[in-house]
């Protein structure tokens, strides 16, 4: 079993910067990998950043070159570091495990999911 609990959304200037972490408990957080996914009002929940156990990084093509996904092991955390952000960034970002790297990061292979926190990106 893993918990998932997201934290550091708020409202950020278009441009701006903003750091989303997830902290997860479980012994077995490192053998998991983990990803970032965002719901806007209205749309589909999307993949945003994967990482796999060994710390290769996955993007989707709208964030690619200005988000960072890293995780920290030693603290059961896993970070998106968000850059040159867009009013089309806002969203509920969601942070989510599974037990082994999928060949495609979709919210239906999930295990785990956290609550959510809000990202506003507005002027």
């Known amino acids: 079993q893993v918990q998932l609990v997201e934290s550091g959304g708020g409202l950020v200037q278009p441009g701006g910067s903003l750091r989303l972490s997830c902290a997860a408990s479980?012994?077995?957080?490192?053998?998991?990998?983990m990803a970032w996914f965002r719901q806007a009002p209205g749309k589909e929940r999307e993949f945003v950043a994967g990482i796999n156990r060994w710390k290769s990084t996955y993007y989707a093509d709208s964030v690619k070159g200005r988000f960072t996904i890293s995780r920290d092991n030693a603290k059961n955390t896993v970070y998106l570091e968000m850059n040159s952000v867009k009013p089309e960034d806002t969203a509920v970002y969601y942070c989510a495990a599974v037990s082994t790297t999928p060949s495609r990061w979709s919210q239906y292979g999930m295990d785990y999911w956290g609550k959510g926190t809000l990202v506003t990106v507005s002027s």
């Open positions: 479980g012994r077995t957080f490192t053998t998991y990998a």
